[in-house]
């Protein structure tokens, strides 16, 4: 079995102490790639560190997430452009809006956003999306900026049928994390009127943690518990949606 984790962050402090483990447990449990998405400048080289640690099971993006885009986001951007102009990465990401935490910054969250399309679209990348709070705000821009190349992942998705059928229609693949093992979420009943075909796993690692380890650290090896509950709401084998999955996530990031 091959399971991919699209979306961890596993080079945060939180794994520091035992990264060994994190990736020994996740190699156990089937997962083959860990996609990294970027946050903000400071975390480009805690990022590249761990990728040289296991460059096979380490894919990284780079981008601004948009809880970092503040006063100075312009010089933040300039560095993150020039760092994913001469690296080796896979995606724009992790970039998009954010107006749960802070609305203050809107027009510097949607002008770093279009900033982030325009350079996947340049170099031929997908983008990986962030979006709390904020659906109707990036599909706006994505709509306004759609291309032939243009295509990722919505990163976490927790929004109605309607705008799952928005994303698909977009060319975008729905990133299920923990949140689908969560008994009032919704997200359930949204993914029995979508396609397995437009699906990924991911985590999101040290964040949404799915059930039973809710209260704990995410990390990487949960995925296959994720797999299990998308198999359960699909009455599929296991075996198939780490199959479909997985062709899901190469198709976005040409692996």
């Not at 945060?12 to 449990?29: C, M, S, T, Y």
């Not at 979420?185 to 943690?209: M, S």
């Not at 997985?246 to 040409?254: L, M, Q, S």
Request: charged share 25%.
């Amino acid at each position: 079995m091959n399971l991919i984790d699209t979306h961890a962050h596993l080079y945060q402090e939180e794994f520091l102490p035992d990264i060994d483990g994190v990736i020994a447990r996740a190699k156990e449990n089937g997962i083959s790639k860990i996609y990294l998405p970027n946050v903000d400048v400071p975390s480009i080289a805690e990022l590249k560190a761990l990728v040289l640690k296991d460059s096979a099971l380490f894919i990284p993006m780079m981008g601004l997430h948009p809880c970092y885009v503040k006063d100075d986001y312009k010089d933040q951007l300039s560095i993150i452009e020039a760092e994913l102009r001469q690296g080796t990465y896979v995606a724009v990401g992790e970039i998009g809006i954010d107006l749960f935490w802070d609305k203050s910054f809107l027009m510097q969250q949607q002008e770093a956003f279009r900033t982030q399309i325009t350079w996947a679209q340049e170099l031929n990348l997908p983008i990986v999306i962030h979006a709390r709070d904020s659906l109707e705000e990036i599909f706006q821009i994505l709509e306004a900026q759609k291309g032939p190349t243009l295509k990722g992942i919505f990163h976490c998705f927790s929004g109605t049928v309607d705008d799952a059928k928005r994303v698909i229609a977009l060319g975008f693949k729905i990133g299920v994390g923990g949140v689908v093992t969560f008994k009032n979420a919704g997200l359930d009943k949204v993914l029995k009127e979508i396609a397995l075909e437009h699906l990924v796993l991911e985590t999101d690692a040290p964040y949404l943690t799915p059930v039973p380890h809710r209260g704990k650290r995410n990390e990487s090896s949960y995925v296959k518990g994720i797999a299990e509950k998308v198999a359960e709401l699909y009455a599929l084998p296991l075996s198939e949606v780490a199959r479909v999955t997985t062709e899901n996530a190469a198709a976005i990031f040409d692996f």
